[in-house]
C-alpha cells in the first residue's frame, strides 16, 4: 500500500526554523519518474504548492518562498525533509507531503497533513 | 493570489448538473499544461479526482469528468450527490512550477 505520513512540530515560534519529514511507505524516491512534494494549506484557505524533489535529486522551488526552503532527501530512510526558515505567524497551515510519478504529472497520493502553528 | 482563478462557490440541486471553471493564461494552461482536479472533504487531505484534463483515476465516479480548451479548463459533476459537497481545486503549471487554483466549494441544496 502507498502512503505518505508526515511529522513535525505542531507549534513554532515566529524567526525559528521549521522540519518536517514526510516517511515513504510503498515506494521509493530512487524509482524513475518519481517526485514528492511538499504542499500547504493556511486554514480556510488554498492549497499551495511549496517545493518538490525527484527522484534524480532535482528540487524546484516555489518562486516566492524559495529563499526560505530546502528540500532534501535520504533514500535509505525513504524520507523527504522539508526546512522552512523564519517562520511566521502567516505560515501557520496544514502541511501536505505528496507523491508525483512523472506519466501523470499530478499528485496521486497525499499524506493526511500535519498543523503547524506559529505563535509565541 | 493565484494564477488559476477559480469561482468561490457553486451549487446545485441533488441531481443537477454543476460546472466548475478554472481560468488561467497564457504562461500555464494556455501554453499546454495538463490540468488536473482534486476533491477535499472536510477536513481531509485533498484527492486526486481528474489528471490529464480528462481521466478519472480508478474508482472515481464517471459523474465527474474534466475538460480543457485555450487558457481554461473545467470540471463538471453531473447527477450531483450529496456526498459530493466539498472543496476542489485545478492544479497545472506556471513556467514549469507546479500551481494550484483558489479553490471552490461545492453546495448540496
Known amino acids: 500500500q502507498v502512503t505518505l505520513r508526515e511529522s513535525g512540530p505542531a507549534l513554532v515560534k515566529p524567526t525559528q526554523t521549521l522540519t518536517l519529514t514526510c516517511t515513504l511507505s510503498?515506494?521509493?524516491?530512487?524509482?524513475?519518474?518519481?517526485?514528492v512534494s511538499w504542499i500547504r494549506q493556511p486554514p480556510g484557505k488554498a492549497l499551495e504548492w511549496l517545493v518538490s524533489?525527484?527522484?534524480?535529486?532535482?528540487?524546484y522551488y516555489s518562486t516566492s518562498l524559495k529563499t526560505r526552503l530546502t528540500i532534501s532527501k535520504d533514500t535509505s530512510k525513504n524520507q523527504v525533509v522539508l526546512t522552512m526558515t523564519n517562520m511566521d505567524p502567516v505560515d501557520t497551515a496544514t502541511y501536505y507531503c505528496?507523491?508525483?510519478?512523472?506519466?501523470?504529472?499530478?499528485?496521486?497520493?497525499w499524506g493526511l497533513g500535519t498543523m503547524v502553528a506559529v505563535s509565541s | 493570489q493565484s494564477a488559476l482563478t477559480q469561482p468561490p462557490s457553486v451549487s446545485g440541486a441533488p441531481w443537477q448538473r454543476v460546472t466548475i471553471s478554472c481560468t488561467g493564461s497564457t504562461s500555464n494552461i494556455g501554453a499546454g499544461y495538463d490540468v488536473h482536479w482534486y476533491q477535499q472533504l472536510p477536513g481531509r487531505a485533498p484527492k486526486l479526482l481528474i489528471y490529464g484534463n480528462t481521466n478519472r483515476p480508478s474508482g472515481v465516479p464517471d459523474r465527474f469528468s474534466g475538460s480543457k480548451s485555450g487558457t481554461s479548463a473545467s470540471l463538471t459533476i453531473t447527477g450531483l450527490q450529496a456526498e459530493d459537497e466539498a472543496d476542489y481545486y485545478c492544479q497545472s503549471y506556471d513556467s514549469s512550477l507546479s500551481v494550484f487554483g483558489s479553490g471552490t466549494k461545492v453546495t448540496v441544496l
Open positions: 505528496a507523491r508525483m510519478p512523472s506519466p501523470l504529472y499530478a499528485f496521486d497520493i
Open positions: 524533489i525527484d527522484w534524480e535529486d532535482d528540487r
Open positions: 510503498g515506494f521509493s524516491l530512487s524509482t524513475s519518474g518519481i517526485s
